[in-house]
């Protein structure tokens, strides 16, 4: 017997980063403290689709080092399948960030040969199982060489029988944007979701309004496209048919992972609602509805606590 839809994991795939948080005790001269907690985009995603009560196994490279074991550590806790990811001999990605008063992060990454971005295609081809109902990847595994490349080679083989969501989550000081844009049009043939933020938007295509980059996304190929707002909320577009969603009062902390909240909520609900593992050729505007309206519920509980888990239940 074949694997349901509603019991076929959701497979991410994608870098885990150790973010290191700047503390100001005193002139910055005078040095200044780092904490450090578990991170990276497609981790965060894993990790909160995982405690949301999708089963979720999440690919990736894990270095051996003291930050790896701490990444580890989070997604196993969080009931992550780590059974498709690398015992990596790399060293892990360090991201330092520095909020402003608003919550929101800059980063410096220290990434050059790390191990997140060093797969090969034999250790991703043994680990994209058949038994999953939705890739879920983007970031910077997607876009830095050699992996990124060897990931879109997966993501046209799984295209076959799951549903694929990209976040390109730019990181404008480790990947320029010129470099997305040129990979951008492959997304899009590959991608059934397209979840990214109104920043993103405007380094992918500057100058275009959220509704111009629906169109334009949907012709390239992309069926379901999501723009979080911030504030503003959501503007979702499934095939050209567009909605917008208020964003629910949050107290913000931070806003670490929020976009990656969002997509775990929206691939949850997706998810629950046996919507993935195809085209989504079934879906409607009220299941889009429906599922943009939860995950700005987890993104806003992300908002709400320093880093990337946000409170559940």
Avoid: K
């Avoid at 080092?65 to 997604?75: A, I, P, S, Y």
């Avoid at 990454?109 to 991703?124: C, I, K, M, N, R």
């Avoid at 909320?233 to 969603?245: C, D, K, N, P, Q």
């Avoid at 949850?268 to 429906?290: F, I, M």
């Amino acid at each position: 017997m074949g694997t349901s839809r509603s019991t076929a994991a959701v497979t991410v795939i994608g870098e885990s980063v150790a973010d290191a948080f700047t503390e100001r005790t005193g002139p910055l001269a005078e040095g200044l403290t780092l904490h450090v907690r578990p991170g990276g985009g497609p981790a965060n995603t894993a990790a909160t689709l995982a405690r949301l009560g999708t089963p979720t196994r999440f690919l990736g490279r894990l270095s051996q080092d003291v930050f790896g074991t701490m990444l580890r550590g989070r997604l196993s806790a969080a009931g992550v399948d780590l059974s498709g990811s690398v015992d990596a001999p790399e060293h892990s990605t360090l991201a330092v960030a520095d909020l402003d008063d608003a919550g929101d992060a800059g980063y410096t990454f220290l990434a050059a040969g790390a191990a997140d971005w060093q797969w090969s295609d034999e250790e991703l081809a043994s680990a994209l199982r058949p038994q999953t109902a939705c890739v879920h990847t983007g970031s910077l595994a997607l876009a830095l060489s050699p992996g990124g490349a060897r990931i879109e080679d997966a993501l046209a083989v799984v295209r076959g029988r799951a549903t694929v969501c990209i976040d390109p989550n730019v990181r404008t000081r480790l990947v320029p944007p010129a470099h997305l844009r040129d990979r951008l049009d492959r997304w899009c043939r590959l991608a059934d979701i397209l979840r990214l933020s109104r920043d993103d938007l405007a380094e992918l295509l500057p100058g275009t309004s959220p509704e111009q980059a629906c169109d334009t996304w949907h012709a390239a190929g992309v069926p379901l496209v999501l723009v979080t707002l911030g504030g503003d909320g959501l503007l979702a577009s499934l095939r050209g048919e567009r909605l917008t969603l208020p964003a629910p009062p949050t107290q913000v902390v931070d806003t670490v992972g929020a976009g990656d909240a969002f997509t775990a909520g929206v691939l949850n609900a997706l998810h629950e609602g046996g919507q993935l593992g195809g085209r989504l050729d079934t879906l409607t505007t009220d299941d889009v509805a429906a599922a943009g309206r939860h995950g700005l519920q987890i993104a806003s509980a992300a908002c709400s606590v320093p880093g990337a888990d946000p409170p559940l239940g």
